[in-house]
Structures are given as C-alpha cells and as structure tokens.
C-alpha cells in the first residue's frame, strides 16, 4: 500500500486539469499529486519542492500567494513568464531543481 505522506506522480494531465493547463506547462502539483508530462529528474525535483511549500505553507495559503504573487508581477510590468518564474515558491523549487531534494 502506498504511503500516504508520499507525493503521488502520474504523467499526463487527468481530463478535468486539462481546459486549466497552459501551453509550456510541464508539471502540476496539487496537495501531494503531482502531475507531469514526462518522467524527468528535474522536474519532479521542482513538483517536489512545491509538494514540500504546500505542506509547509499550508493548502489555502500557498495557491492564494502563488495567484497572487502572479498578479502583482503582471502589475509591475513583468511577461507572464517573467511573472510566473519570480513567484517565490517557483523560484525556490528552480533552486530545488539543481540542489536535490531530501525526501
Ligand atoms: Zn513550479
């Protein structure tokens, strides 16, 4: 039986995520399912950065920040890109990327 404190990897998008995905969008997380469109070292280091900010931030909390830190770097001019990667919790999981993760 899986470990209920374990994150959940699936590849593909479940059909109900998909009308929200945005084009360029490699990987989701939502709680401790994460969802990628490939198995890749990387990027599950990243989905695993966020599955540790949301148990640690709280569920509420951290997709409230995320959305809003979003919206306040569109304010300030930035891309949507730009405004994406500067997101706290994206730039700490880009950190985890390349630092690994201890799980
Ligand atoms: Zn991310």
Same mark, same amino acid.
């Given at each position: 039986?899986?470990? !209920?404190?374990?994150?959940?990897?699936? +590849?593909?998008? *479940? #059909? #109900?995520?998909? *009308? @929200? +995905?945005?084009?360029? +969008?490699?990987?989701?997380?939502?709680?401790?399912?994460?969802? +990628?469109?490939?198995?890749?070292?990387?990027?599950? $280091?990243?989905?695993? !950065?966020?599955?540790?900010?949301? !148990? $640690? !931030? =709280? @569920?509420?909390?951290?997709? #409230?920040?995320?959305?809003?830190?979003?919206?306040?770097?569109?304010? $300030?001019?930035?891309?949507?890109?730009?405004?994406?990667?500067?997101?706290? @919790?994206?730039?700490?999981?880009?950190?985890?990327?390349?630092? =690994?993760?201890?799980?």
């Amino acid at each position: 039986m899986p470990r !209920a404190d374990l994150p959940r990897i699936r +590849v593909g998008f *479940p #059909w #109900w995520l998909r *009308p @929200f +995905v945005m084009r360029g +969008v490699d990987g989701i997380t939502i709680g401790r399912r994460i969802y +990628v469109v490939r198995h890749d070292e990387i990027l599950l $280091r990243h989905e695993i !950065a966020h599955v540790q900010q949301i !148990a $640690r !931030a =709280g @569920f509420i909390r951290f997709y #409230w920040t995320y959305v809003i830190e979003y919206f306040r770097n569109r304010r $300030r001019g930035m891309s949507r890109h730009d405004a994406y990667r500067n997101i706290s @919790f994206e730039r700490e999981a880009v950190a985890a990327e390349k630092r =690994g993760i201890d799980i």
